[in-house]
């Protein structure tokens, strides 16, 4: 069974750090772009970032490029999302999700149910 | 990078057919084939039920059927069930190498 487990959610300050982990298994895990998509409370899907399946690329959204940073190892089959200088609006319960086969990041068909991140004083 | 537009709510008695728009820009719905549906549950984590503007993954049902024209893309379902009752998100490709969601739509069936 293909699996992604998310941990290392937390309240935190404005302005701190936190990375965020996805566990998966179940698949070649090298094998496959990675995505990281956030959800605010009662608000909709925002995709946040993604990486290949090297490592090799990454991509981020606007409102997280230059605080945000994405990476893997894919000996530990796990992905990460560093969170550097945090917001207010980065409050989300944020998920992993898989390539698609074929589909390089442009499309997700496995999701993990998320770690919540709370960023309030 | 702003969201794609969705109607914010629809809704259909069961066995009616309702379509979804998704309206963008040529830098992404018009402009790539890249086009996706997602369904969420309440409580649930997304699924993907549209790719390639118009093809379903394996196990979605043929009720759901994508199309575009220009700059907007729609999700049509037919045959409302109950189980139908969900939000709906579109997602496209963009010209900088990015993804972008639509705002989201909750359907509701009568």
């Known amino acids: 069974e293909v699996l992604l487990v998310e941990s290392g959610g937390a309240l935190i300050e404005p302005g701190g750090s936190l990375r965020v982990s996805c566990a998966a298994s179940g698949f070649t895990f090298s094998s496959f772009a990675m995505n990281w998509v956030r959800q605010a409370p009662g608000g909709g899907l925002e995709w946040v970032s993604s990486i290949s399946g090297t490592g090799g690329s990454t991509y981020y959204a606007d409102s997280v490029k230059g605080r945000f940073t994405i990476s893997r190892d894919n000996a530990k089959k796990t992905l990460y999302l560093q969170m550097n200088s945090l917001k207010a609006e980065d409050t989300a319960v944020y998920h992993c999700?898989?390539?698609?086969?074929?589909?390089?990041?442009?499309?997700?068909?496995?999701w993990g149910k998320g770690t919540t991140v709370t960023v309030s004083s | 990078q702003s969201a794609l537009t969705q109607p914010a709510s629809v809704s259909g008695s069961p066995g009616q057919s309702i379509a979804i728009s998704c309206t963008g820009s040529s830098s992404d719905v018009g402009g790539y084939n890249f086009v996706s549906w997602y369904q969420q549950h309440p409580g649930k984590v997304p699924k993907l039920i549209m790719y390639?503007?118009?093809k379903r993954p394996s196990g979605v049902s043929n009720r759901f059927s994508g199309s575009r024209s220009g700059n907007t893309a729609s999700l049509t379902i037919s045959g409302l069930q109950a189980d139908d009752e969900a939000d709906y998100y579109c997602?496209?490709?963009?010209?900088?190498?990015?993804?972008?969601f639509g705002g989201g739509t909750r359907l509701t069936v009568l």
């Open positions: 997602c496209s490709y963009t010209s900088s190498s990015t993804l972008v």
């Open positions: 999700a898989k390539e698609f086969p074929g589909y390089y990041f442009y499309y997700m068909d496995v």
């Open positions: 390639d503007v118009t």
